[in-house]
Structures are given as C-alpha cells and as structure tokens.
C-alpha cells in the first residue's frame, strides 16, 4: 500500500461539492451519527469467561441501518439529513457499499457536507479502510454529473455505491463513519459471488437542470475500479497513559516508554526498587503481546533536551541496558535485544513552552518496542492483575446497530453559550466510543473553543490531541490510567484524531459527535470524560 495523493483530499471536496437553486447538487461524502428509531437492537450476552469471541456472527441483517440527524454544512445552512446503509457486499475484489441519502430540511446554494470521508473500520484489529481511488484520487462508484457533484432536492432520495478494499475474510461486522451523523456499528458484511447490477436507467444527469422532485429516486451511473485502481488501508493507533509508563499502539508496533523520572533516581542508571516491579510487569505484557513470529525487542533510552549531547546519549544507552537485563532476566531465552541511546534526538513533547517541566519529564524515558500478535487469539475482555496496566488491549465483540446513541443523557455542562450533553459509552471491539451533543443555545452562530489549554494535558504528544474533540480523554476512576483519543493513521499523510470536528454552530441547532478510545476491561462501569473546556464529567456509565 501506497500512501495517498496529496490530491485525493482535494478532489474528493471537488467531488462533493454541491449546488442548489432550481437544481440542487450536492456530495455524498460524510461521517454518521445516530438519530432515528423502530429498529430493536439485538441484544449481545456478555461473556462470563475473560476469553471471549471477538467476531461472532451477526444476528441482524435487516438492511437499511438508517439514522437520522442534524449535519453541518459549509455555507451555515445546516441541514436535517436521513442516511441509510442498503448494503455492504464483500465480493473476490473488493467491498462495495452502498447508501442512500435524504434531506429532511430546504436549503439553497452551493452546499459541501463538513464531515470525514467514508471510511469501514474493523473495531476488532483497528483496521480502517477508504475508499478505493484513481491515480487523480477521484473515487470510484457513483459518478457525479457535473463537476459540482450530484442533483439534489429536498424530501428526494438519492442512492449511491462506493467501492473501498476487500475485507479481510475473517471481518463479520464494521463500524461506518462518513455521513456527518457518527458511529454507525455493527453493519454485517455479506459475501456475494458478484456485486448488483449498475442502475438501468440512472437519471440524475438528467435533474441536473431541472432538479429532483420531492419523492423522487435519484440514480447515477457506475464506475467500477480499474485495474491501476488506488487502495487505502491504514491503522487506528492508541495512546494510553500512567503515572509510570505509557503504551502506543501502531498498526503491528507496540512501544512501552517507561518514564525515567519514576523509574531512576537523578543521574542514576540502577533501578528503584518499585521500578523493577514495573518492569517486570511490562515484561509479562510483552510475553502476552508479541507476535510469536518475531521476537526481536529494541530497548531505545531517551533524555530530555538540556545537558551535552555525549552526557545525553551514554546516560540513555546505560539506562536501556538496565531495563534490558530485567525484561531478559524475567523473559528468559527466546529473544532478540536490540539496544540504543539517542540521547535528546527524538523528543515526544514540546519543551519550552508553559508546560516545559512536564514535557521534559515526559521526553525523559526508557521506551521498547516489538511486533504485536495481531491474531483474534487468546483476545481478552478482563483485567490481568500481572500486566502492565497500559498495555493490556480488551477486546469485545463489535457493538450491535442502534439508530439512536443520544435517547439517554448522563450528565450535562455549559461554556458560555454552548451545552454539552453526554450519552452512555459503548463498547466496540477494541475501542469504547463516547458520543455527546453540543447544542448552541444562544441567538447567534458560534464557534466553541474546543481546543483551549486545558483540553491537552500538559506535556502530553500532540498526535494524539488532534481535532475538535481530540483534547478529550477517558480516565478510570479506580487507576490512574488515562485513554486518549485514538487516530487513524493512512500511510502518514492522513494523520487525524478518531474524533469529530466542530464547525459553526447556529442557533438552537444540535449536533452528535463521537470521539473513539481504546476500551477499558470488563469490570470497569463508569469512566470520567475530560471534555476540554467543560471540565470533568465523572461516572460516565456504558450503555446496557
């Protein structure tokens, strides 16, 4: 896999773009939330045993999955949108999707949806796939009539398909974003000799003048890939937290940093007692871990940026090598060391600024790193008291279809003229989605400040506070573990947070935004949300 065009971005919002008068053309691009009702949503028996099947077979194929909610658009005029999943279809090349999109409410002018590109996410691996290209990143599927996207009309129906790569066999279920209403979990994918046939008589050529009438089916012409056809595959990457380690997970690399400050005394290179204990516990995490087709192990020492670079780097490469000698001590025979010191050449935090000693406290470290088992085996849903508490991963079964995330609202809080409204957590796969609903409750549009100094901890790495609600972060209530936004990553050129933007607010309108974490065990309840400028909600319970 290449990494995408620089392009593709651009066209894709060229792509999208939409134009209404007596015709009305816009995008089909978009990330979902949940919004409508009538579906009942089966209901998953929680394992008693800690193994647990990470990918059952689904129980409801009752396509469409169908939510409904507010979006924002480009120009203001944010509009009531109705977005249907008919179809997710695996064949021997590729996956096809296929939707349909419905506006609720009128709107006017030249019109760009302001949400993610579709995207099909694997919440089991953490897997995410876009999709599929042309060498000048347009996507295939259904073609757009004019260069400014697609005919469209208020209470018109329009249907679209969308090629992405082919899932891997062993994907079940995945979870959607890309409509501008959320998370869409649990859409089953079905395995078809061959994908449906293209429209007979698509018409959306012909509204583009007139424009769609209310109740109409809008169809378009069909582009299948090519054989030079782009995909894009890429990683949910996780970041979580302690007063003495982190862990990073990214795509197969897993990288432990043991923070040096906990772990050595000043300008020592013996570890304390407590530390030992510590990593002795890493170690049994990396035994849990690592891929047994790759035992290789680098211990890298790092330093912050003060002091000569000599000092730096003998001080690092000797801290590494006591770490080293315990994870081979409690290890055992079977793996490769590799060790290093870079002294201050890769530093993770930022120093300088008003957080400097917490970022130089956190770029002092001993961090190691191995290949990750990426197999559903030996997945494990409940707390191991013997393990590195930041590295242990707890894996679910992805979380079953709901069309409304938002009936419940757990607690609420106010900035200025903006009201937060937070909903139960829910569990899927890997990873614990958090949706909330930010409501403007003034007379004029705003822009909330979601990004302000206390949505990022102090000295925390930036990669994983990106976008609006990126600043967000989980923390048990009973450790003192903290979860940071995830971020998916498509071959470093896409680096964003696994959360949504904020754009203009207006007046009295609601809008559902979800940010995604890695999942907490089995036998935690309540987490608190550090929701950025609205402070900390606490006891934020997971959904039934």
């Not at 449906?196 to 583009?208: F, K, R, T, Y």
């Not at 940071?484 to 990553?489: A, D, G, H, Q, W």
């Not at 036998?523 to 006891?539: N, S």
Request: with cysteine.
């Amino acid at each position: 896999m290449t990494s995408p065009p620089a392009i593709a971005p651009a066209r894709a919002v060229a792509v999208c773009a939409s134009v209404t008068a007596s015709a009305l053309l816009l995008t089909g691009c978009g990330i979902v939330l949940d919004l409508t009702g009538g579906r009942e949503t089966p209901v998953v028996e929680e394992p008693t045993e800690e193994e647990v099947d990470p990918r059952p077979e689904p129980t409801d194929l009752a396509f469409p999955y169908t939510r409904e909610g507010q979006i924002f658009q480009d120009n203001g005029q944010d509009s009531t949108l109705r977005f249907a999943i008919t179809g997710l279809e695996r064949t021997d090349e590729y996956t096809v999707l296929y939707y349909e999109n419905t506006y609720v409410d009128h709107f006017q002018g030249i019109v760009t949806n302001l949400s993610m590109p579709n995207t099909l996410i694997d919440p089991v691996s953490g897997r995410a796939f876009w999709e599929i290209t042309d060498e000048e990143g347009y996507y295939y599927g259904s073609v757009a009539p004019t260069p400014d996207g697609y005919p469209v009309e208020v209470g018109a129906t329009n249907r679209y398909r969308r090629y992405f790569p082919r899932l891997p066999d062993q994907i079940r279920q995945i979870t959607f974003v890309g409509s501008g209403l959320g998370a869409m979990t649990g859409i089953p994918v079905v395995d078809v000799e061959e994908e449906q046939p293209d429209p007979e008589n698509p018409n959306g050529p012909d509204l583009v003048v007139t424009g769609p009438a209310y109740g109409d089916i809008v169809e378009f012409e069909n582009r299948r890939p090519d054989p030079g056809a782009e995909e894009w595959i890429g990683e949910q990457e996780s970041f979580v937290d302690s007063d003495v380690a982190s862990t990073t997970r990214e795509g197969d690399t897993e990288t432990v940093a043991l923070k040096a400050d906990v772990m050595f005394d000043f300008d020592s290179v013996e570890l304390t007692d407590e530390a030992e204990e510590v990593v002795r516990s890493a170690a049994r995490s990396v035994e849990r871990n690592i891929d047994p087709a790759d035992s290789e192990i680098t211990v890298i020492g790092h330093t912050d940026g003060r002091g000569s670079d000599s000092y730096n780097e003998e001080l690092s490469e000797e801290r590494a090598e006591t770490v080293r000698d315990v994870l081979e001590e409690e290890l055992g025979s079977g793996y490769d060391f590799v060790v290093e010191g870079r002294g201050s050449e890769e530093l993770i935090a930022e120093e300088g600024g008003s957080d400097d000693e917490e970022a130089r406290a956190r770029n002092r470290r001993v961090e190691f790193s191995y290949v990750v088992d990426r197999s559903d085996e030996g997945a494990t849903s409940g707390r191991d008291e013997g393990l590195l508490g930041s590295s242990e991963r707890h894996v679910f079964p992805p979380a079953g279809f709901v069309e409304d995330d938002t009936a419940e609202v757990v607690a609420s809080a106010t900035d200025g003229d903006v009201r937060l409204d937070v909903h139960p957590l829910r569990r899927d796969g890997a990873y614990v989605i958090s949706t909330v609903s930010l409501t403007n409750t003034g007379d004029e549009p705003v822009l909330p400040d979601m990004g302000g100094g206390d949505a990022v901890i102090p000295g925390a790495p930036t990669e994983f506070s990106q976008g609006a609600l990126g600043g967000f972060q989980l923390l048990e209530p009973d450790t003192d573990l903290v979860r940071y936004v995830t971020v998916l990553n498509f071959g470093g050129q896409s680096y964003t947070g696994f959360a949504d933007e904020v754009h203009e607010m207006q007046p009295d309108n609601t809008y559902q935004l979800v940010a995604v974490f890695p999942a907490p065990p089995r036998d935690v309840e309540t987490l608190t949300l550090r929701a950025g400028p609205f402070g900390e909600i606490e006891d934020v319970p997971f959904t039934e």
